[in-house]
């Protein structure tokens, strides 16, 4: 496990388990939205993306966290292994409210002077907490048959179901990727 990319849907804690993965095995670690998002919540270019994530990865050794379909190929091209984080939909929903909750209070910046607020997170068809509801399940069903195509049969797969799970392979990660 030199190169690891985190998937899972939003609010599953990709970004948490990707930090403490590169903290744990001293990986470098790439986050996705930070190379997508430009200020004021502006998505980069897709080309301009797909580059950013192409030089980001282009070492050989580094964790990624993120769901962008259009830099999959990418990502999963160059990944040895693939964690699905594939948690309870309660569970989720839970820590993205106390997520989003803590981020729009203290006005934390995100990426590029991004912050969310309560408007936009909670009173808005553009809420994170709405994208949740529209990809939830869809991720559920996606990633598993993704993982079968033949174009990523190099990959390993870890798939993770609880907090336990992960905190369990955590424990592991270290023995395999020196």
């Known amino acids: 496990?030199?190169?690891?990319?985190?998937?899972?849907?939003?609010?599953?804690?990709?970004?948490?388990?990707?930090?403490?993965?590169?903290?744990?095995?001293?990986?470098?670690?790439?986050?996705?939205d930070a190379l997508q998002w430009e200020p004021y919540w502006t998505p980069a270019?897709?080309?301009?993306?797909?580059?950013?994530?192409?030089?980001?990865?282009?070492?050989d050794r580094w964790v990624v966290d993120g769901n962008y379909s259009a830099v999959r190929d990418i990502v999963w091209g160059r990944a040895d292994t693939v964690?699905?984080?594939?948690?309870?939909?309660?569970?989720?929903m839970g820590r993205l409210l106390q997520r989003t909750w803590q981020r729009s209070l203290h006005q934390?910046?995100?990426?590029?002077?991004?912050?969310e607020t309560f408007r936009q997170s909670f009173f808005s068809r553009n809420s994170i907490l709405v994208w949740l509801l529209?990809?939830?399940?869809?991720?559920?069903?996606?990633?598993?048959?993704?993982l079968q195509q033949p174009e990523?049969?190099?990959?390993?797969?870890?798939?993770?179901?609880?907090?336990k799970a992960a905190e369990k392979w955590l424990l592991s990660c270290?023995?395999?990727s020196v």
């Open 134 to 146: 529209r990809t939830y399940y869809k991720n559920r069903r996606q990633y598993p048959t993704l």
């Open 45 to 59: 270019e897709p080309q301009v993306f797909r580059d950013r994530v192409r030089l980001a990865l282009s070492g």
């Open 1 to 32: 496990m030199r190169r690891i990319a985190i998937v899972g849907t939003t609010g599953s804690g990709k970004t948490t388990l990707a930090r403490q993965v590169a903290q744990r095995c001293l990986l470098p670690h790439v986050e996705l």
């Open 83 to 92: 964690v699905f984080l594939d948690y309870p939909f309660r569970l989720v």
């Open 152 to 163: 990523y049969a190099h990959l390993s797969t870890v798939h993770l179901r609880s907090p």
């Open 174 to 176: 270290k023995q395999h």
């Open 108 to 115: 934390e910046e995100l990426w590029n002077g991004n912050r």
